[in-house]
């Protein structure tokens, strides 16, 4: 979600796919630069975007194999389309924002970017949803 776990985090932050570490300057830069308020949903929050993520996962014939929506980020496991990775995450993302905005919602929702991992082996997608479906509330 925008703004709660910004590039220069002292837990650490995935930047092009590599894991960086804390950065205070970073961080203190980002948060001058935020265009708006820091969003973390709620419990019905997560369920609306939860399902408006679902719902186009099926728009898309998408498997997805498991999706879980925390306060301040998503996961999603899902196979393979053949459209580009951006275009796949913009989907889900303004997915969820128009559902939200449905229900009232204001403002800037998602960061920009997106972190993903590929999965070419059975072995590699087991331990992806395994971890996924460990994060749910």
Same mark, same amino acid.
């Given at each position: 979600? =925008?703004?709660?776990?910004?590039?220069?985090?002292?837990?650490?932050?995935?930047?092009?796919? #590599? #894991?960086?570490?804390?950065?205070?300057?970073?961080?203190?830069?980002?948060?001058?630069?935020?265009?708006?308020? %820091? #969003?973390?949903?709620? *419990?019905?929050?997560?369920? %609306? #975007?939860?399902?408006?993520? %679902?719902?186009?996962?099926?728009?898309?014939?998408?498997?997805?194999?498991?999706?879980?929506?925390?306060?301040?980020?998503?996961?999603?496991?899902?196979?393979?389309?053949? *459209?580009?990775?951006?275009?796949?995450?913009?989907?889900?993302?303004?997915?969820?924002?128009?559902?939200?905005?449905?229900?009232?919602?204001?403002?800037?929702?998602?960061?920009?970017? =997106?972190?993903?991992? =590929?999965? =070419?082996?059975?072995?590699?997608?087991?331990?992806? %949803?395994?971890?996924?479906?460990?994060?749910?509330?």
């Amino acid at each position: 979600m =925008y703004g709660t776990w910004l590039q220069g985090n002292e837990k650490g932050f995935v930047k092009d796919g #590599v #894991v960086r570490g804390d950065n205070p300057a970073l961080r203190r830069s980002n948060e001058r630069n935020m265009g708006g308020p %820091i #969003v973390r949903l709620g *419990k019905k929050e997560k369920g %609306i #975007v939860r399902k408006a993520m %679902i719902t186009v996962s099926k728009e898309l014939e998408q498997v997805v194999y498991a999706v879980t929506v925390q306060s301040n980020h998503v996961h999603v496991v899902c196979g393979h389309l053949e *459209k580009p990775i951006g275009n796949v995450v913009s989907y889900y993302k303004n997915a969820g924002r128009m559902a939200l905005k449905q229900f009232g919602f204001e403002g800037k929702l998602w960061s920009r970017g =997106y972190d993903v991992r =590929y999965c =070419y082996a059975a072995a590699s997608l087991e331990v992806r %949803i395994a971890y996924v479906e460990g994060h749910g509330d």
